[in-house]
Nanobody
Framework: QVQLVESGGGLVQAGGSLRLSCAAS????????MGWYRQAPGKQRELVAG???????NYGESVKGRFTISRDNAKNTVYLQMNSLKPEDTAVYYC??????????WGQGTQVTVSS
């Protein structure tokens, strides 16, 4: 079992920045994928950014150049630095962990609200 605890969400004005953190605990395998997804009201959950344990990253098109994902493997923690935030970034952000055996876990979600 893996537990994911997210933090760092909140209310910010357009153009501002926020940093999300997600700490994983439990049975953590060295090879894994961690990422951030988001879901706005009435919309499907979408990938924001992901990073493998080797450091390879991928980003959703709408956040490229504004968001940066990083991780600290020693702390089993993944971060999402969000800059130049827009009202359309408003959503619940979920942390995701996938082990090498494809076990899939989700955090409880953290609200990000960007005011115009």
């Amino acid at each position: 079992q893996v537990q994911l605890v997210e933090s760092g969400g909140g209310l910010v004005q357009a153009g501002g920045s926020l940093r999300l953190s997600c700490a994983a605990s439990g049975t953590i395998f060295s090879m894994n994928f961690m990422g951030w997804y988001r879901q706005a009201p009435g919309k499907q959950r979408e990938l924001v950014a992901g990073i493998t344990s080797a450091g390879s990253t991928n980003y959703g098109e709408s956040v490229k150049g504004r968001f940066t994902i990083s991780r600290d493997n020693a702390k089993n923690t993944v971060y999402l630095q969000m800059n130049s935030l827009k009202p359309e970034d408003t959503a619940v952000y979920y942390c995701n962990y996938i082990s090498f055996s494809l076990e899939n876990y989700w955090g409880q979600g953290t609200q990000v609200t960007v005011s115009s």
